[in-house]
């Protein structure tokens, strides 16, 4: 579909999907659902970094996915639960009182 409908609408799903994640981190007050939030954000950042440098030919070819689109079942595995994990922070950045 060429370069504005195909890889510039991933690339901005992406991207979306990236600013979704580091805004959970800026929502919750522990600094350890911080630093996963963060963490989290990096791996699909670095992988989507990856990806497209390897479609533009800036770095080597190497093995891994583009993430949420490339097939491969333990990456897309791991890159749900991280979702799954900040969604988890997501939902508990408010202090719970029971009773």
């Known amino acids: 579909m060429g370069l504005l409908f ?3 609408v991933v690339v ?5 999907i990236l600013w979704r994640i580091l805004r959970v981190a800026w929502l919750t007050p522990d600094m350890a ?3 996963i939030c963060v963490g989290i ?4 950042f670095f992988q989507t970094a990856v990806n497209i440098g ?3 030919r800036l770095v080597p070819v190497t093995g891994l996915t583009l993430p949420f689109v490339s097939y491969g079942g ?6 749900f639960i ?4 900040v969604q988890s ?7 719970q009182e029971f009773g």
């Open 89 to 95: 922070v997501l939902m508990r950045h408010r202090k």
């Open 6 to 8: 195909g890889s510039l």
């Open 41 to 44: 954000a990096t791996v699909i």
């Open 54 to 56: 390897m479609n533009v």
């Open 12 to 16: 901005l799903l992406l991207g979306f």
């Open 74 to 79: 333990s990456s897309l595995t791991t890159l």
């Open 82 to 85: 991280g979702i799954g994990i």
């Open 33 to 35: 659902g911080k630093f």
